[in-house]
């Protein structure tokens, strides 16, 4: 079946720009994730929804990052006015059910730069 | 603070051998760890798990081993084969639904 899916796979952005980054989760998936992944590091927790409700929006960096998924399925991160620092890519993930003990299934990233 | 740590950042390792790749963590509430492993381009892959309830779980040429009084965890991987080059990165849980990940090791299996 189809896995999780994640529009642009790149993205260029000047700084001062929005972005909207897309995910697509693996059908009947009730949690979606979201991680930031800078160059040579591990992938950071950004926010995490079971269905519609964002349950835990702790590693977003700051009030620029806003994310969503209005009818527990597609789920969109927005950046407003990015900055060079938000370069990075940005995982999304989903599970079938709540709890880090059910295996995470991940897309390809989108690869932002912003110049 | 990092609190999943992966110090090597490369191994090589020759078709056949054993690969170990090695994490240390620092928070004594994770009850949960995983490793993925992640080719260029693509989103990781999970690879295997282990529980805080036990100190070994084998899956094929996979076996994970956690020694928690160490807060230590280890992959094992044998016999290691061309098609396991990739980045490995081990992830934790303490009770909760986000994964806190390590920087990754990039294992490099020649023939």
């Known amino acids: 079946g189809a896995g999780v899916s994640q529009s642009p796979r790149y993205k260029v952005a000047k700084r001062g720009q929005d972005v909207a980054l897309r995910c697509d989760p693996i059908?009947?998936?009730?949690?979606l994730f979201w991680y930031q992944q800078a160059l040579g590091q591990g992938p950071e927790f950004l926010t995490y929804?079971?269905?519609?409700?964002?349950?835990?929006k702790s590693g977003l960096p700051s009030d620029r990052f806003f994310a969503e998924r209005p009818e527990g399925s597609v789920s969109t991160l927005k950046i407003q006015r990015t900055q060079q620092e938000d370069s990075a890519v940005y995982l999304c993930?989903?599970?079938?059910?709540?709890?880090?003990?059910?295996?995470?299934?991940f897309g390809p990233g989108t690869r932002l730069t912003v110049t | 603070d990092q609190q999943v740590k992966q110090n090597s950042p490369s191994l090589s390792v020759q078709e056949g051998r054993i690969s170990i790749l090695n994490c240390d963590y620092t928070?004594?509430?994770?009850?949960?760890f995983l490793w993925y492993k992640k080719y260029p381009a693509e989103g990781p892959t999970f690879l295997i798990s282990?529980?805080?309830?036990?100190d070994k779980n084998e899956d094929g040429r996979f076996t994970v081993f956690l020694n928690k009084s160490a807060k230590h965890l280890s992959l094992h991987i044998v016999p290691s084969q061309p098609g396991d080059s990739a980045v490995y990165f081990c992830?934790?849980?303490?009770?909760?639904?986000?994964?806190?990940f390590g920087t990754g090791t990039r294992l490099q299996v020649f023939p």
């Open positions: 993930a989903s599970s079938l059910v709540g709890g880090s003990t059910y295996e995470q299934y």
């Open positions: 059908s009947g998936h009730v949690s």
């Open positions: 929804f079971q269905n519609e409700a964002q349950l835990d």
């Open positions: 928070n004594s509430m994770f009850d949960y």
């Open positions: 282990i529980s805080s309830i036990k």
């Open positions: 992830a934790a849980s303490a009770n909760t639904d986000k994964l806190i």
